[in-house]
């Protein structure tokens, strides 16, 4: 006879464990769902901190900085360039009205930020560097600024970006561009002005009848075309120079004692009228110079040429020099002449720099381009020069070019 009280407690026993197996199968598949919910979790930050730092990367890696703003005027986002030009280690979180100290910067970027739409702008402001030879302009930074507003994702607040270009160098090159047309204008408006003038005399007031003086005027109009010719000629020397570099250059090995010599040949009749006592001062077995002889001819005699033309007084001591040291060849032009002011030391490699003095006794001197061409000469030959003058006693431009 069947006990129901044992089937009873049987059946319930098995359905008890098949509900605990049930259970603890459900338990399980739980804490694989949620062991495989917590990697993924892991898997997505991982992801995002990475695409983070790419991001991050990426634009640390630009020059230009680039800085996004919200809607509270709040930088949300400094790239390193912008830390390293405002000079702080935190921009990020601090009001962009509070960042900018030079006035003129705030207010390109307000305009920007006010402009609603893509906007750029360019900012000119002083830096704290001193002036040195041809750059006048390296005192001052422009920089483009470029703003736009970020396409806006869903629940996040409108934010603009901003990106900033320094294009001092463009800048400065295309300033020094417009100073060289303006001054070669007037360099070559003034002869013009005075052939024209002694033209107008001669043919308008009558004076061709006057032979003594018509000679007279042709001789100073010869002068003045002279120089018009001698600024074109330099100035085409500098235009050369500056737009092939080395690669302009005929590079071959010379002596510098023959090229010495065939510049004294060449202003021989300058130093026995002044009576000059030129020196030339150069190691036994000469110095043999790998480089374009036409441009060194150039630099030794517009130095030479420099010293006689400023000091036309006689007896002038001079000395032509050079020595070799172990990397590099160094040559030097001295004199004992007026010099040059101390003020004038870094400006006169400046082109159509020229001293102004009360010693400048002929009329017409130079075109102020003879330093500008010898310092072009020598840098493109990889070299340096410089100047030292105490006036009256020791004027000395010293060249040193790699061997
Ligand atoms: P310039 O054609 O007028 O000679 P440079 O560029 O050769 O132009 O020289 C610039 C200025 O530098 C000259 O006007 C002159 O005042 C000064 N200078 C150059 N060399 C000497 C020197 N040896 N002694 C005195 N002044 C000099």
């Known amino acids: 006879m069947i006990d129901y009280n044992i089937l009873a407690t049987v059946i319930a026993v098995t359905a008890l464990i098949g509900i605990a197996i049930i259970a603890i199968r459900a ?70 009205r509070e960042t ?43 920089w483009v600024i470029d703003s736009s507003p970020m396409i806006s994702q869903e629940g996040l607040s409108p934010a603009t970006r901003i990106v900033m270009r320094d294009i001092t160098h463009a800048h400065q090159t295309e300033q020094i561009r417009k100073d060289f047309v303006a001054n070669a204008s007037h360099e070559l408006r003034t002869p013009m002005a005075i052939i024209s003038g002694y033209l107008e005399n ?79 001062t150069i190691p036994k077995g000469d110095i043999t110079i790998h480089g374009d002889r036409f441009y060194w001819a150039q630099v030794l005699f517009n130095l030479v040429e420099n010293a006689l033309k400023q000091n036309p007084r006689k007896g002038l001591k001079m000395e032509v020099g050079a020595e070799d040291t172990e990397n590099h ?19 006169i490699f400046r082109r159509f720099y020229r001293v102004d003095k009360q010693h400048s006794q002929q009329e017409i001197k130079g075109t102020g381009l003879g330093l500008s061409i010898v310092k072009r000469a020598i840098e493109a030959h990889g070299g340096t020069i410089n100047v030292s003058s105490v006036p009256g006693e020791e004027t000395k431009f010293t060249i040193e070019v790699p061997k």
Request: charged letters at 30%.
């Open 329 to 347: 060849h160094r040559i030097w032009v001295k004199d004992d002449g007026v010099g040059i002011p101390s003020a004038d030391l870094e400006h």
């Open 202 to 280: 001669l043919l308008d007031d009558g004076m061709l009848e006057d032979t003594e003086m018509s000679r007279r005027f042709l001789g100073i109009m010869r002068k003045h075309s002279d120089r018009i010719s001698r600024i074109v000629e330099e100035m085409l020397l500098i235009s050369r120079l500056e737009s092939s570099k080395e690669s302009g250059l005929t590079l071959d090995d010379f002596s510098l004692r023959e090229c010495i010599n065939d510049i004294l040949e060449r202003l021989e009749s300058m130093i026995r009228n002044q009576e000059a006592d030129v020196q030339i």
């Open 27 to 96: 338990y399980r598949a739980r804490v694989e769902y949620e062991e495989k919910l917590s990697k993924m979790e892991q898997h997505l930050k991982h992801e995002l901190q990475r695409a983070g730092n790419e991001r991050d990367n990426l634009l640390d890696a630009l020059s230009d900085v680039f800085l996004i703003i919200d809607d509270a005027e709040l930088i949300s986002y400094a790239n390193v360039a912008a830390n390293r030009f405002f000079n702080t280690k935190k921009l990020s979180g601090r009001p962009i």
């Open 100 to 142: 900018f100290l030079d006035t003129r910067l705030t207010e390109a970027l307000n305009d920007c930020l006010r402009a609603g739409g893509p906007h750029q702008t360019q900012a000119t402001f002083p830096i704290k560097s001193s002036s040195n030879d041809e750059d006048v302009s390296k005192t001052y930074q422009t």
